[in-house]
């Protein structure tokens, strides 16, 4: 009982302090969260539309259900789409990020099936010429908008360095092994999309263009294959303030971080990406629940160490069969604020970097 009353003074000074009640906690907490959800339509009855009204940052939208590919997940077709989107927006005044992974060829959640036109993957892309990257990025992008999407989980800005590379160069994910192309033609991409007021979000950091494994199914250890030459990308863009929104990895790599993968560790998102290479701007995680991640570390673990090494926004797009709840991830901020393990000024620094790419 002691134990309790300690943690709830705690608590209560903690947030006076910053004028910060509990429940306004709560709010910072679950704007610092993207979630992946089931459904094609929504009412007020619907578990998401319930945590946009908590504060919820934003949504990441899959075409299948991943337990089931015969049914839909999120999409359906355009009209479908637009409508659900409109119905998300629409739950609270505060913009919703409304995200999707949209790179062309084999990552396209939005494709012919639905209604929308087909983008090439980025290797046959960049062999037709910029011209031709632009205009098939200014499809890509009037689409989006119409359909109310503004966050794009892409351009994949990995140099194709290994060839045997099964989860980027073998699927034709990068624009290529030439630094200068690659930056040409996710420039090209960014820029198409900006114009439509839809952001993008440049992945892997920092670099998952020389690894063997996928962390989608488990560790992946880039030690002896990563070079620096992979940073070229984000430091163009970065040094010409050119995006606003950059995606760890899960890949480890005991030169640049002995104990973590990217997506955890101090030394890489905040010595190397903020510091060394004075990146700004919000700092999204890959998905949380790939087997890289969950094998390894509780979700309390994964939650706290990852907002310790300086990342804003947390991605749980929930492709397994039993989706993990905001609440959960909420009451696992707050709890680590209250007892010290995440600073409150962690929280509001990752809320004032969401609400300027809210603007």
Known sequence: MRVIIIALLFSVLVFSNDNLSKKELEKMAAKMVVLGFYGTKIDENSQIYKDVKAGLGGVILFDKDPNDKTKAKNIVNKEQLKELNNSLQNIRTQKLLIGIDQEGGAVQRLNDKYGFSNTLKASEIAKNGEEFARNSYKTMADELNYVGINLNFAPSVDLAINEKNRVIVTRGRSFGKDTKEVIKYSSIFVEELKNKGISSSLKHFPGHGSSLADSHHGFVD????????????????????????????????????????????????????????????????????????????????????????????????????????????????????????????KIIDSNQKINNLLK
């Open 222 to 345: 880039i030690t002896k294959t990563w070079s620096k030459k992979e940073l070229e990308p984000y430091i163009y863009f970065i040094k010409n303030n050119k995006i606003d929104i950059i995606m760890t990895a899960h890949v480890f790599n005991s030169k640049l971080d002995e104990f973590y993968p990217a997506t955890l560790s101090y030394n890489i998102n905040t010595n190397l990406l903020r510091e060394e290479l004075g990146f700004k701007g919000v700092l999204i995680t890959d998905d949380l629940q790939m087997s890289a991640i969950t094998k390894h570390y509780t979700t309390k673990e994964t939650v706290i160490t990852a907002i310790n090494s300086g990342v804003n926004l947390l991605l749980f797009a929930n492709q397994l069969a039993k989706p993990i709840e905001l609440q959960e991830i909420v009451d696992i901020v707050v709890n680590a604020v209250e007892t010290g393990d995440v600073s409150l000024q």
